[in-house]
């Protein structure tokens, strides 16, 4: 037996949350396959086994947070044996041989007298096995029945519930079924759910959310109990309704007006970390409009015979990164850090370059470009594509995560114009990259009408570390950089 334990995924992590098992019990696993997804408040990564077997036992199930070197699960090796054989059987064996001891300490004159008794025991069992369904008729059907014109009154449909959750319990382990997290409680509490009706689908029986929002969902289309009764032919005929009866107003359940959707944990560390930079930065912002007519025909010019090389679409990301770095290499004030204990700015002569990325199904995480300052166009554009692929795929490790000096955020392609992004902490700035649009402007300095690709460019920054100059300037030298700027020669090998 092997144990699969809560890795160290990055050295600040000390915890993780279980969001999702790969596998179930008694399912094989290879060495290195992909066992359980963990979120952690540095990245969310698919964890393989460490070891190939197959997973006896899950001991951690999904929602809980542990702690690093937590035992999560436990892997029968190949060449070990569970069940009746095997080391398990030796200690089983041994078990009983110890419960079965003080029989072995009867007299020996006894044993002739039970060894005549067995046959007859077993015959005794047999009959009370061929007797067993009908003494195991619930109670109600051996009361007599009930005469004519009356109808044994039907079971409720919560009395049904707590009958099918309990058989269902029973059927399993349910050692883990009164364990109930402070989420599933409150989720009852506030939707009026006695927990003792929901069928518990974790491990050992024990109640998750999803068990809950599952019995909310089927409580909705469940009849209540007179409708019930009254399709199902039980209780006393109604009386017909007078014909100009109006009919009943609707009842609302409450439930469909208001869900209570609990917190991922990228979420929870996304509001903690932007909370922290809120009250600890001083922000200020200021934005450019930019001319991005001349990218906008290079790119559609080589988009064609960059995908058809790459395998990947050529966005405008890629051209905003480049500006971008060689704007911090010439303006590095805006490439540091705020250090407090030294009465200094931490100023650094590199580019690593975040990039945040909006998970599907929610969430944002920034994953590092490092050395980006480094790359021309076509890298620039494979790291890109890398970083978000792998982060909307969880896996990234936590080194992609840490150590960078700038941010890009890309609000644009969701149709935002105009946005003021929070900074990462330990950066001096962040820049949003809002949606291009055509628009109508005068061009030349003869004042002619012409239609320009224009988009803005919002540059959130620490007033601790740098000022409004600065700021202004390095949004106008940037403009100036992607308005004036051959990029063809990064292309030429798609053009």
């Not at 004159?109 to 015959?123: G, L, M, S, V």
């Not at 109808?151 to 309990?166: H, I, N, R, W």
């Not at 080589?302 to 500006?323: I, S, V, Y």
């Not at 239609?451 to 100036?480: T, V």
């Amino acid at each position: 037996m092997a144990e699969v334990k809560m890795p160290q995924l990055g050295e600040t992590v000390v915890e993780g949350t279980i969001t999702k098992w790969l596998k179930q019990e008694g399912d094989t696993v290879e060495e290195d396959e992909l066992l359980v997804e963990i979120s952690t408040d540095k990245v969310d990564s698919e964890v393989p086994s460490s070891v190939g077997g197959v997973l006896k036992k899950i001991l951690v199930p999904e929602g809980e947070t542990v702690s690093v070197g937590t035992a999560l699960a436990v892997i029968e090796g190949e060449g070990e044996s569970g069940g009746d054989s095997g080391g398990g059987a030796e200690a089983q064996a041994a078990e009983a041989s110890k419960e079965e001891a003080p029989r072995e300490e009867a007299p020996r004159e006894e044993a002739p007298k039970q060894e005549a008794e067995q046959p007859q025991a077993q015959q005794a069992q047999e009959v009370q096995e061929k007797a067993k369904p009908a003494e195991d008729k619930p109670a109600a059907t051996k009361e007599p029945e009930p005469s004519a014109g009356q109808q044994a009154p039907p079971e409720t449909a919560p009395a049904a519930a707590a009958a099918q959750a309990g058989g269902q319990a029973a059927s399993g382990d349910t050692s883990k079924r009164g364990i109930i997290s402070p989420l599933v409680r409150r989720l009852a509490e506030e939707n009026d759910v006695d927990l003792s009706t929901v069928a518990g689908t974790g491990t050992g029986g024990r109640i998750r959310k999803q068990d809950v929002l599952r019995f909310i969902e089927e409580r909705k289309g469940r009849p209540s109990a007179p409708a019930a009764a009254a399709a199902s032919g039980g209780g006393a005929a109604p009386s017909p309704a007078p014909a100009a009866q109006p009919a009943a107003a609707p009842q609302r359940d409450p439930g469909t007006r208001e869900e209570l959707v609990p917190w991922t944990n990228i979420r929870r560390r996304t509001a903690e970390h932007m909370v922290a930079s809120s009250r600890t930065v001083a922000r200020a912002w200021n934005a450019v409009e930019v001319d991005w007519t001349n990218v906008v025909k290079l790119r559609a010019a080589a988009k064609e015979g960059f995908k058809a090389a790459e395998g990947f679409n050529l966005t405008f990301m890629p051209f905003l990164c480049k500006a971008v770095c060689d704007t911090l290499m010439e303006m590095p004030e805006l490439n540091a850090t705020f250090d407090e204990e030294n009465q200094a700015n931490l100023v650094k002569r590199y580019v690593n370059l975040g990039i945040a990325v909006a998970l599907e199904g929610g969430g944002l995480i920034v994953p590092v470009i490092k050395d980006a300052d480094s790359r021309n166009i076509p890298g620039l554009a494979r790291a890109v594509n890398d970083i978000a692929t792998r982060a909307r795929s969880k896996k990234l490790t936590p080194d992609d995560l840490t150590g960078g000096t700038f941010t890009i955020t890309n609000p644009g392609p969701f149709g935002s114009k105009l946005s003021v992004p929070i900074i990462p902490q330990n950066q001096t700035a962040i820049l949003a990259f809002e949606a291009i649009e055509k628009k109508v402007v005068v061009v030349g300095e003869d004042d002619q009408i012409a239609i320009r690709s224009r988009g803005f460019l919002p540059l959130s920054w620490d007033h601790r570390i740098i000022d409004g100059a600065e700021a202004a300037q390095f949004l106008a030298r940037l403009a100036e950089r992607i308005e004036t700027t051959d990029f063809s020669a990064d292309l030429s090998q798609y053009l």
